[in-house]
């Protein structure tokens, strides 16, 4: 149940002392289900997270900005995350910022810097909605995380959320999706590519898992 996840998520939060200056919780989480051989749109399953599960979690969760990666057709990226993101957006009335991408062309300080500038006025927690497969990147790079419980995990997966707490990762939880959850049949299989070289740069810190 989606209640299940946001009182995870609330009592790490509470639980954290304030040390750094950015002080709001940042949820992250990927694009939702896309088909296999990286064809486009979301699956029926990643469709009905989109749209059902993820506007209902994160109502619950003071959500006060939205960061996603736009579309690149050069860097082949963030092809679905307008579509993951939109429906939470709407629920939630607010606008998505685009202007940091996920290709090489980007500032790697790019999404660190819209968090401080959010984090001078505001209190409220941040969603980033990221490409699957950048998603090391964004973590180890542009957010220059200890990544160790990411790959502890074993990687990222659609149905799990990252909170990120004074620059570290304080929990990776289950979205809890009803019937969904877990890597569905036809759903591209992320968890390797997503901790393998990034399109963008090939010196990721995070490390790929043993199979």
């Known amino acids: 149940m989606v209640s299940t996840t ?5 009592g790490l939060w509470v639980c954290m002392q304030p040390v750094l200056a950015i002080t709001n919780p940042v949820y992250i989480i990927t694009n939702a289900e896309q088909p296999s051989l990286s064809r486009p749109g979301l699956t029926p399953v990643g469709f009905k997270r989109a749209n059902e ?4 979690l994160f109502s619950t969760l003071n959500i006060g900005k939205i960061i996603m990666c736009p579309r690149n057709d050069d860097s082949e ?3 679905e995350t307008l579509s993951t993101t939109q429906p939470t957006a709407d629920a939630l009335g607010l606008p998505i910022d685009t202007s940091c ?4 062309n980007t500032d790697d300080d790019c999404v660190t810097d819209l968090l401080k500038k959010f984090a001078k006025n505001s209190t409220e927690s941040v969603l980033i909605v990221w490409d699957i497969q950048e998603i090391g990147a964004l973590l180890g790079e542009d957010l220059d995380l200890d990544t160790d419980e990411a ?13 990120v707490v004074k620059n570290k990762i304080k929990g990776i939880v289950s979205q809890n999706c009803t019937d969904i959850d877990g890597i569905a049949p036809g759903t591209d ?4 590519r997503a901790f393998g070289p990034s399109k963008r740069s090939r010196s990721a810190k995070l490390r790929l898992p043993e199979a």
């Open 189 to 192: 299989t992320p968890t390797k």
């Open 53 to 56: 599960c993820l506007p209902a």
């Open 6 to 10: 946001f009182k995870v998520l609330a």
């Open 101 to 104: 991408g996920a290709d090489e």
């Open 151 to 163: 790959d502890a995990d074993d990687g990222i997966h659609f149905d799990l959320v990252t909170l």
């Open 77 to 79: 990226v963030c092809f």
